[in-house]
Nanobody, 122 residues
Framework: QVQLVESGGGLVQAGGSLRLSCAASGRTFSTYDMGWFRQPPGKEREFVAAISWSGDSTYYADSVKGRFSISRDNAKNTLYLQMNSLKPEDTAVYYC???????????????WGQGTQVTVSS
């Protein structure tokens, strides 16, 4: 299993931008389709975006489409999430994980990293 460490969160005003990173250990990172998930305060964790193992395909939840961009660098074992035009409803703890399959936007690994807090003020 790949170990994942998220970073890059912070406090930003509405309309601002942040770039999240997810550093993965292990040599198998490049073989997994990866995703970002988030858990807003008092709510369940939800899917945000996914990228195929090669980086050729991406998919976004409707709530972030056109504002967020997922990417990866397999040479650096790192996953990214560029978040633009942030809204207060984007406030959440953000996590990365592999996804179970393309089109199946469910986390593959049972264990999660510590996540990174994103807070968007209005």
């Amino acid at each position: 299993q790949v170990q994942l460490v998220e970073s890059g969160g912070g406090l930003v005003q509405a309309g601002g931008s942040l770039r999240l990173s997810c550093a993965a250990s292990g040599r198998t990172f490049s073989t997994y389709d990866m995703g970002w998930f988030r858990q807003p305060p008092g709510k369940e964790r939800e899917f945000v975006a996914a990228i195929s193992w090669s980086g050729d395909s991406t998919y976004y939840a409707d709530s972030v489409k056109g504002r967020f961009s997922i990417s990866r660098d397999n040479a650096k074992n790192t996953l990214y999430l560029q978040m633009n035009s942030l809204k207060p409803e984007d406030t959440a703890v953000y996590y990365c994980n592999a996804v179970r399959g393309w089109g199946l936007w469910i986390a593959l690994f049972h264990s999660w990293g510590q996540g990174t807090q994103v807070t968007v003020s209005s």
